[in-house]
């Protein structure tokens, strides 16, 4: 069935970007999405990219797209104490089953 | 900005007890869905809910579990007869649809089995 990994801890300075990777098993992926959670908060749909890009830009974020070797990675540029947070790396397949499936959550700390 | 609610946030109940983890879905969104996970490990899908009546569901979700929607606006989750093990969080989320639309989660349930 589809697995996805991440690390589970990210530790960075103020300031330094963060980059945050997942792999993925299932070559059928059609969306890849990253959700992050604050504490006390729930998941909260950040970027997606669709499987036909490489690469997309939203303000501080960057999400690449390596499908040849399912990785996907988000980098967070000028990182902030706010960004801490717990990110999820997720993926579904077109047609089918519209249910995304998620990596165990990279906890991204930010220290000053 | 309308969100999903969970209540309550932290529920403790012993083995064999049952549960019924409560959320209110945003409303005008018509899929529901209920996730899971346990310390550690991955979210994992347990069941979505359309037209009141499950359209999916994965191999977790047993005859322990079922869903309801009693009203219009809730949407809950039982656990028959707990075991240590469904000690987890839970994340109920909705969505307008399902292809393409984002599915807006809530802030979870903690369910600890003693």
């Known amino acids: 069935g589809e697995d996805v990994e991440q690390s589970l801890f990210l530790s960075v300075r103020e300031g330094d970007s963060s980059v945050i990777n997942c792999t993925y098993t299932?070559?059928?992926?059609?969306?890849l999405y990253w959700y992050k959670q604050e504490p006390g908060a729930g998941l909260q749909l950040l970027t997606y990219i669709f499987s036909n890009m490489d690469m997309k830009q939203d303000q501080r974020l960057t999400v690449l797209l390596n499908k040849k070797d399912k990785h996907l990675s988000l980098r967070i540029a000028d990182t902030q104490t706010g960004d801490s947070a717990i990110y999820f790396c997720a993926e579904r397949a077109s047609g089918g089953s519209y249910i995304p499936t998620f990596g165990r959550g990279t906890s991204l700390i930010v220290h000053p | 900005e309308p969100e999903v609610t969970q209540t309550p946030s932290h529920q403790v109940t012993q083995m064999g007890q049952e549960v019924i983890l409560r959320c209110v879905p945003i409303s005008n969104h018509l899929y529901f869905y209920w996730y899971r996970q346990i310390l550690g490990q991955k979210v994992e899908f347990l069941v979505s809910f359309y037209n009141n009546e499950i359209s999916e569901k994965s191999e977790i979700f047993d005859d322990q579990f079922s869903v309801e929607r009693p009203d219009g606006s809730n949407f809950t989750l039982k656990i028959r007869s707990t075991k240590l093990e469904d000690s987890a969080m839970y994340f109920c989320?909705?969505?307008?649809?399902?292809?393409?639309?984002?599915?807006?989660f809530g802030p979870g349930t903690r369910l600890t089995v003693t």
């Open positions: 299932d070559s059928s992926s059609t969306y």
């Open positions: 989320a909705s969505s307008e649809a399902t292809q393409n639309y984002e599915q807006y």
